[in-house]
């Protein structure tokens, strides 16, 4: 489970991976989630054959790229409940945030503009700059699909963790609009990782599956009304094909 570095970048993965934990503890995360972030990412950096020095930027950038919340030490972090529209574009900040201070722990231009770019979205609709489709460095792309997988399937303060399938179906519903198709087919091609393995069912804080009666509901639900004339048995889940799930999972929190 742990993450190796090369002899010359172990003193500063080392020091990423201690910054990494603190992030973590502030957002609130069960289990450790950037780390966790790095790894899936470089499995996926390594299935497109990316070369060792972009494999380092990506994990770098991975264990980095919430430092811009902690930085910033909002409250609404943590809170439980939906953001108001003053926080939402509050917390669009933290990538330009996440990218100063990555300069500032001595990272490097390349790792700087993934933490940046890490919420950009493959059909434009991200932040903070906009970027879209192959605009968007493949690095951000793949920090884009590993970040949102591992924040699906662990537990929130305001939520809890969605089970691998349901992460998995959330990012084939929303491929071409958050997330790189291609990047969505390699992720969904990964098997055997330790890192897939999703949180939901657990009580928080242990390892102990919680009781059937106890298991909070999906987080990933697409409720829509039925048409006219057609009848959907009640607390029936419908879901038109190729079109995402009428509330984001994050809109119940924060972002991850």
């Known amino acids: 489970m742990g993450i190796e570095f090369a002899e010359s970048d172990r003193g500063a993965g080392e020091a990423y991976l201690r910054l990494a934990a603190g992030v973590d503890e502030f957002e609130g995360y069960a289990h450790p989630h950037a780390a966790r972030v790095a790894r899936l990412a470089d499995a996926l950096a390594e299935h497109f054959r990316l070369s060792r020095a972009d494999r380092t930027s990506i994990v770098f950038a991975a264990l980095l790229h919430d430092i811009g919340e902690m930085t910033m030490q909002r409250d609404y972090i943590k809170r439980d409940g939906p953001l108001n529209e003053a926080e939402r574009l509050d917390l669009m900040r933290h990538p330009v945030i996440g990218e100063q201070e990555a300069a500032r722990s001595g990272a490097d231009r390349a790792v700087q503009l993934l933490v940046r770019w890490h919420h950009e ?121 190729g079109e995402p799930p009428a509330q984001y999972p994050w809109d119940a929190g924060t972002p991850s």
């Open 121 to 241: 979205w493959f059909g434009g609709g991200g932040y903070p700059d906009a970027l879209r489709g192959e605009q968007i460095p493949l690095g951000a792309r793949i920090l884009r699909v590993a970040d949102a997988y591992a924040a699906l399937t662990d537990t929130r303060p305001w939520r809890p963790a969605g089970t691998e399938a349901e992460a998995r179906k959330h990012l084939g519903l929303w491929a071409g609009i958050e997330f790189d198709p291609a990047v969505v087919l390699a992720f969904l091609s990964l098997e055997g990782l330790p890192e897939l393995r999703s949180f939901a069912g657990e009580r928080r804080g242990t390892d102990e599956p919680a009781a059937e009666s106890q298991e909070a509901p999906s987080i990933i639900r697409a409720q829509k009304a039925p048409a006219d004339g057609d009848a959907a048995a009640e607390g029936e889940e419908v879901v038109h094909a």
